[in-house]
């Protein structure tokens, strides 16, 4: 039987040209690289310029997306950007990219779920080719969280970072099988009931400011992984694949401790784990297609590999997808 798969074309990715080590951030606040490496495993993030936007960083990481697919802008008729810093309150950042590329036609818009939201990108661009609503689209992860930390505290300052990825996505004939190309499942969840464990201090209806991230780290990490396992049981079970038949898992990249329990929580050998963060940090949005995009660069992740992506954010949110390259 005949099913319509989106397929990824091709994938880019862009980090700002300033980076900040661990022993930078220790001339900054109370803490160092020793505390920092041992608690997350980061030990750098890239940070935007003065007048580098969302949607620049956005922008780079299409084109390069793009190109590596071998298609032209104007091909496009969707662009969905994961983001929570976009560059206005409004318009979505994602119809000043689509103006970046020169794109006049189809439709953009903006995802909002935080380090969730390229997995919900990807989920909501698969369901518009999917209902034959577009038939290429670029689904991108875009943030520049420098802009909303509180710099004077250590324990949120030194996890997060800005940059960008994308993926463009095509609507391609299958065979509904689990060895056609493309995305296989995808399972979204969410529970408001958590807001108050990770969120941002303002908003234009509560205090008409940005405001800054607030955490509470260790709620965090104890709903973390059972969260992450939820969802990727589901992928399973929707598949009847398992985590053997994993070629490779690229999860959020947000702490490396909470990447080494999910795998080993799952039965995912360590091997098949692509961990990034100790190259950017906490990105939010852009971290799944960084870490995707590193790893197809360097030649781990080939055409025909099973790839299962997940993330947990702020609301709390989270969810998986589950493709094949």
Not at 36 to 63: K, M, W, Y
Not at 215 to 244: C, N, P, Q, R, W
Request: aromatic share 6%.
């Amino acid at each position: 039987m005949s099913v319509t798969r989106s397929k990824i074309l091709g994938c880019g990715s862009y980090l700002p040209a300033k980076c900040l080590s661990n022993a930078d951030l220790a001339a900054m606040v109370d803490t160092s690289d020793e505390w920092i490496v041992q608690r997350t495993g980061i030990r750098q993030r890239h940070v935007a310029a003065e007048g580098e936007f969302t949607s620049d960083l956005a922008t780079e990481a299409a084109r390069a997306a793009l190109a590596d697919a071998g298609v032209e802008a104007q091909s496009i008729d969707l662009i969905v950007l994961a983001t929570a810093t976009p560059d206005n309150t409004f318009p979505a950042s994602a119809v000043s990219v689509q103006a970046k590329l020169g794109i006049t036609t189809g439709f953009a818009f903006d995802v909002q779920a935080v380090c969730s939201g390229f997995v919900y990108a990807l989920t909501t661009a698969d369901a518009y080719l999917k209902a034959g609503l577009a038939k290429r689209a670029l689904v991108i992860g875009a943030e520049t969280f420098s802009r909303i930390l509180d710099w004077n505290d250590r324990t949120t300052c030194v996890l997060f970072g800005d940059g960008a990825g994308a993926v463009v996505l095509e609507a391609c004939e299958g065979e509904g099988a689990v060895s056609d190309q493309g995305i296989l499942t995808s399972h979204l969840r969410s529970d408001g009931r958590h807001k108050d464990k990770l969120f941002v201090d303002g908003g234009p209806s509560s205090t008409q400011t940005t405001g800054f991230l607030r955490m509470e780290g260790k709620e965090v990490f104890k709903h973390a992984v059972g969260m992450i396992t939820d969802v990727i049981e589901d992928a399973f079970a929707a598949t009847g694949l398992s985590a053997e038949d994993l070629d490779w898992f690229i999860p959020h990249q947000a702490n490396k401790r909470i990447i080494d329990a999910s795998a080993k929580k799952l039965g995912i050998a360590p091997e098949k784990v692509v961990t990034t963060v100790d190259l950017h940090g906490n990105t939010s949005a852009a971290s799944i297609p960084l870490a995707l995009c590193h790893a197809v660069r360097d030649g781990r992740v080939k055409r025909g590999d099973l790839v299962l992506l997940e993330a947990m954010g702020g609301g709390f949110t989270w969810g998986s997808v589950l493709l094949r390259w």
